[in-house]
C-alpha cells in the first residue's frame, strides 16, 4: 500500500537472494555438538564486532545478530540450524525467497564446540558477495547469557540514513461480525461471522526532507504475500479476498495511547514521527514467525528496511 511520508531506519538487515551451499571441513571440529547445546541466550565479541545468538530450542529458525561500534549500524538474520554429524558442527542455514529465483538455501555460517568446550562461531566469507555490510569472522567465542526470564528477545527497530522503523506489537484475532466482507477502514456491525485479521502496529521517523512513496508487506515463510486469500460466500457465490486497512497517527494525537495499549507513546522522537496500524484481513497462515518490508522510493532508488523472524502470538 503506497503512501508518502517523510521518515528513517536503524538496522542494515541481510538482504540475500542467492547463496551457493557450502560445509564445514570435518578437520574443523574439535568435539561435535547438537541443536539442544546451543539453545539459549549467547553472546561473543571480535574487536567491534559484537555477535548475539538467540534460540528457544523448539522454533525453526534461532536469531543471529551483528552489532557494530557505530551506533545503530548491524545485521540480523533468521537461521535454521542443522546438525552436521561429519564435521560435528551445527550449520546455520538461511533461507530465501524472490519471485525471480524462487526458494534459496545456503549455510552461512557454523558452530563448532573447541577442545575446552567453548563454543565458537564462524560467519563464512561467501556472504561478502551478498551484502558488503556483513563482518566475516571466525571462531568468535560464545557465552551463555544468564537468563531469568522466559520472554524472548527480538530487534524491533531498524534504520538507515533517511528512515527509522519501531516496531510496537503485531495482534492476531478474529472479529464477529455481521458481513463475510473482510475488515478495512471503518467499522462493521458485530454479527455471527467469524473473520480474521491482524494488526501490526509501528513507528515510522522520518530524518530528512525526503519526500518519496513508501508501502508495507507482511510475508509467510514462503515468500507469499500474508495474509492468503480467503473464501467468501455471498448470495450463493463464491469468491476469494484479501483486504488491508491503514490508519495514522500524531504522537499528539490523545487516543493513541488506548490504540497501541500495552505499549506506551513513543518518548523524544522527532516531530516527524508518525503512528502506522496496519490491519491485514485475510486466511492468516499459521506460522511461528513473519516477514515485514517497509520499502521507500521506486526503481534504483528502492530501499528496504527487513524485519525477518517476527515472532507471531
Known amino acids: 500500500m503506497p503512501r508518502n511520508i517523510t521518515a528513517a531506519m536503524l538496522l542494515t538487515v541481510f538482504s540475500i537472494?542467492?547463496?551457493?551451499?557450502?560445509?564445514?571441513?570435518?578437520k574443523d571440529a574439535d568435539t561435535g555438538i547438537t541443536p539442544d547445546d546451543?539453545?539459549?541466550?549467547?553472546?561473543?565479541?571480535?574487536?567491534?564486532?559484537?555477535?548475539?545468538?538467540s534460540w528457544d530450542g523448539?522454533?525453526?529458525?534461532?536469531?543471529?545478530?551483528?552489532?557494530?561500534?557505530?551506533?545503530?549500524?548491524?545485521?540480523?538474520?533468521?537461521?535454521?540450524?542443522l546438525q552436521n554429524k561429519e564435521t560435528g558442527c551445527i550449520d546455520l542455514r538461511l533461507d530465501s525467497y524472490s519471485r525471480s529465483e524462487g526458494r534459496q538455501s545456503a549455510i552461512i555460517?557454523?558452530?563448532?564446540?573447541?577442545?575446552?568446550?567453548?563454543?565458537?562461531?564462524?560467519?563464512?566469507?561467501?556472504?561478502?558477495?551478498l551484502d558488503t555490510n556483513v563482518r566475516v569472522v571466525k571462531d568468535v567465542p560464545l557465552q551463555p547469557v544468564d537468563r531469568s526470564s522466559e520472554v524472548d528477545i527480538f530487534d524491533s527497530v531498524q534504520q538507515n540514513s533517511d528512515y527509522r522503523v519501531s516496531l510496537l506489537s503485531v495482534t492476531k484475532g478474529v472479529a464477529f461480525l455481521d458481513s463475510?466482507?473482510?475488515?478495512?477502514?471503518?467499522g462493521r456491525t458485530p454479527g455471527n461471522n467469524v473473520v480474521p485479521w491482524m494488526r501490526v502496529a509501528t513507528v515510522i521517523e522520518k530524518l530528512t526532507d525526503k519526500e518519496e512513496p513508501w508501502g508495507f508487506?507482511?510475508?509467510?515463510?514462503?515468500?507469499?504475500?500474508?495474509?492468503?486469500?480467503l473464501r467468501i460466500e455471498t448470495n450463493g457465490h463464491i469468491h476469494t479476498s484479501r483486504i488491508s486497512g491503514l490508519a495514522e497517527m500524531d504522537l499528539h494525537y490523545p487516543p493513541l495511547r488506548h490504540a497501541i495499549f500495552p505499549t506506551e507513546s513513543p518518548k523524544g522522537a522527532s516531530p516527524k514521527s508518525k503512528v502506522y496500524l496496519f490491519t491485514?484481513?485475510?486466511?492468516?497462515?499459521?506460522?511461528?514467525?513473519?516477514?515485514?518490508?517497509?520499502?521507500?522510493?521506486?526503481?534504483?532508488?528502492?530501499?528496504e528496511l527487513v524485519f525477518q523472524g517476527v515472532p507471531l502470538p
Open 58 to 81: 523448539k522454533r525453526e529458525h534461532l536469531k543471529l545478530r551483528q552489532s557494530y561500534s557505530n551506533p545503530g549500524r548491524g545485521v540480523a538474520a533468521a537461521l535454521v540450524p
Open 217 to 229: 508487506k507482511a510475508e509467510g515463510a514462503d515468500g507469499t504475500e500474508l495474509p492468503g486469500k
Open 180 to 186: 463475510q466482507k473482510l475488515v478495512s477502514d471503518g
Open 280 to 303: 491485514l484481513s485475510g486466511k492468516i497462515q499459521q506460522s511461528e514467525t513473519v516477514t515485514f518490508r517497509f520499502w521507500f522510493g521506486n526503481g534504483a532508488d528502492r530501499r
Open 38 to 53: 546451543i539453545a539459549g541466550q549467547w553472546h561473543g565479541s571480535r574487536g567491534d564486532i559484537a555477535i548475539t545468538l
Open 109 to 129: 555460517a557454523t558452530i563448532k564446540r573447541d577442545s575446552s568446550g567453548t563454543l565458537r562461531l564462524s560467519v563464512l566469507a561467501r556472504v561478502k558477495k
Open 17 to 26: 537472494t542467492t547463496l551457493s551451499g557450502f560445509t564445514a571441513n570435518a
